[in-house]
DNA sequence: CCATGTTTTGACCAACTGGTAAAATCACGC
DNA sequence: GCGTGATTTTACCAGTTGGTCAAAACATGG
């Protein structure tokens, strides 16, 4: 409920996101009743904040990033931008909503039933091309990691710890019944995180060094080999 | 050269530090010339700064951090600060500089005679621990390179470039004797990286999802395993 | 073309930012 | 215990920051 404010009585309820996040998209005045789809116009300037905010969060962190630079980037005054974000935190933590929701999607669609090292190798080429084609995301998410993780413990200690058991329980699985290689499953994990996230989040390094190749396809084919050397019996 | 100001005439020429980055401390009226030890009271104070700052850089990064927190962190007040560093930006490239150095450093002294598979191991064993024991530093360069490294690029693309060409090529030829097996010798190297910086950039949320145990032990294990079972011809 | 709600803007604010200047305090060899 | 240089503090500044507000401009269906 909003005072003085002009006051379209609606709500964006796209609701994505990882549950405990409110990754709907806030308006002000937004109340739990009430909502409207959103206009074309609405859609353009939020997908633009939302596309500028990655582009600047991904770099600064929520600290080192500033409204003023979102504004430029989206090509919208700062009021205006505060017109559809009551705040630069909610800007930072619905696009963490997203993010979430995109990376754990892909751990509980592992196939307890599929083949092991496909499985496994699927997953990984999978968040390999999330590096490539997302790799703003990842550097928001390494961000918010680094700094402690301060927005997202709760979701860190409940969601993604009991998405990643499951799956550590499965590997283990595997194992018992002589599918995988006996392996750590849970460090298995980090490191299929680690090496997949690295091509993104230390893609200037990685180019640095490299050349001018571009990265991805090597080392793509380099993850794939050594997971199927530590799985492979 | 100063002016007006209270103007001791030494500087601490600690040259460390990798040669493209000033790794000298400064002080505002440093000049080529006429050096002084460092006082008691100097060694106390920088050193009190350098691990302020990389407390807090390595978690904000440099736009996110301030100068009051350093300053907080430090106990010791902003101008006073400033008088032992010139800008909030020297501190930064100071902790870069020495970081840099010993980042590269373990990489020049991989002995090309030695055996190949602990030769390997040993470096990442090492990167291990620095993992372990240095995780800020870790944190600082994630940081840095994220926000695309405008302050190290250079470094990057000639010494980082340089040194790791050479261990490539070492890696190379190890293959080509039949000592390990036929790997992408620069994506094993940023494999390396990855998976023992995981521990370090990740770590809040390797312990999230762990729970209370310490990751480093297993952590540490695993990683030997995965990169034997990938150079085991 | 009018009325209503939607979108955008310009002016503004208090708190914070990196940094300066000069005075005040301190430490220590003589 | 004095003097000199080293250190610290106090007061300050101009620019930036997240955010507010009311007014203006716009859109659109009737």
Known sequence: MSQGIACPKFLTDRKGGCSLLFARHCFPWDDEFMSKPETPIQKK????????????FS????????????ALESGLSKPNILYYFKSKEVIYTTLLGELLTDWLKPVRDIDPDGDPIAEILGYAAHKMEMSQN?????????????????????VLTSELHEVVDKFAQLIKSWSKK???????????????????????????QVRAV?????????????VEDMLRQMLTV
Chains 1, 2 share one sequence.
């Open 178 to 204: 002589g599918l995988i290689r006996d392996v750590d499953p849970h460090h298995l994990i980090f490191s299929i995180w680690a090496m997949t996230q690295h091509y993104a989040d230390f893609d200037f």
């Open 210 to 222: 490299l050349g001018h190749d571009d990265p991805f396809p090597k080392g793509e084919k380099h």
């Open 45 to 56: 300037n939020r997908s633009a904040i939302m596309n500028a905010g990655l582009e600047v």
């Open 59 to 70: 770099k600064f962190g929520f600290r080192g990033s500033t409204l003023d630079q979102i």
């Open 134 to 154: 997302y790799p703003r995301q990842s550097r928001l998410y390494a961000n918010e990691i680094i700094q402690g993780a301060p927005r997202i413990s709760n």
